[in-house]
């Protein structure tokens, strides 16, 4: 069953510390990215990622930090640094070229609540 | 820099109206656009793409490059229409991410 697939689904964590939030694909895609939804924002990019090693950041990447040592995975820590970290967080993964059958395919997302 | 604008944040209709969800993006280069919708309940999923030229649930957009406009439009809103609709923007070589609107919540009452 080809996807990508966000864990866990909803996380509470006490103020100060880092978390990290799971995301995994297994539809061969070579981009990845890692979005925050919040009511009346929209969808706001934290980091992108087109290949393996190889990430950049978004337009709210401060304290985030990612990792891409394997294709199939695109973890996201939420550092202690991030002023305002309660979320829904979206993972999305897409094939990097341009033209039909290359849209990003999303998660269910994981929603992060600190306390 | 790469930015997409929907200008509503709500809109109501009433089943059988005419809707259209407004776009406009601001990029230098050529541009993919996308629409991307989210049902209650569900993942943010695609609807259509401009490159498809495709009709997809009664919806249709066209890429309009001299107004730097990609509006979505149904000529007949139905109720299971509702949900959150998203313009974004995919740009090209480094600027290959993925941008979105800040979204549209449409409402078609019965």
């Known amino acids: 069953d080809g996807g990508i697939t966000q864990s866990p689904k909803y996380l509470f964590r006490k103020e100060g510390q880092n978390v990290t939030l799971s995301c995994e694909q297994n539809?061969?895609?070579?981009?990845m990215y890692w979005y925050r939804q919040d009511p009346g924002q929209g969808l706001r990019l934290i980091y992108y990622?087109?290949?393996?090693?190889?990430?950049q950041k978004g337009d709210i990447a401060e304290g985030y930090s990612v990792s891409r040592e394997k294709k199939e995975s695109f973890p996201l820590t939420v550092t202690s640094a991030q002023k305002n970290p309660t979320a829904f967080y979206l993972c999305?993964?897409?094939?990097?070229?341009?033209?039909?059958?290359?849209?990003?395919?999303f998660g269910q997302g994981t929603r992060l609540t600190v306390v | 820099a790469q930015r997409v604008t929907q200008p509503e944040k709500l809109l109501s209709v009433f089943k059988g109206a005419p809707v259209e969800l407004k776009c406009n993006y601001s990029?230098?280069?050529?541009?993919?656009l996308f629409w991307y919708v989210q049902y209650s309940r569900q993942r943010l999923q695609l609807l259509l793409r401009?490159?498809s030229r495709e009709s997809i649930k009664g919806f249709t957009a066209d890429l309009n490059k001299g107004e730097t406009s990609f509006h979505l439009k149904k000529p007949f809103a139905q109720e299971e229409d509702s949900a959150m609709y998203y313009c974004?923007?995919?740009?090209?070589?480094?600027?290959?991410?993925?941008?979105f609107g800040k979204g549209t919540l449409l409402t078609v009452n019965p």
């Open positions: 999305a993964s897409s094939a990097h070229t341009r033209g039909p059958n290359t849209e990003a395919f």
């Open positions: 539809l061969n895609h070579d981009a």
């Open positions: 990622s087109q290949i393996v090693n190889d990430f």
């Open positions: 990029y230098s280069g050529s541009p993919e």
């Open positions: 401009h490159i």
């Open positions: 974004a923007l995919r740009g090209e070589g480094s600027n290959y991410k993925l941008t």
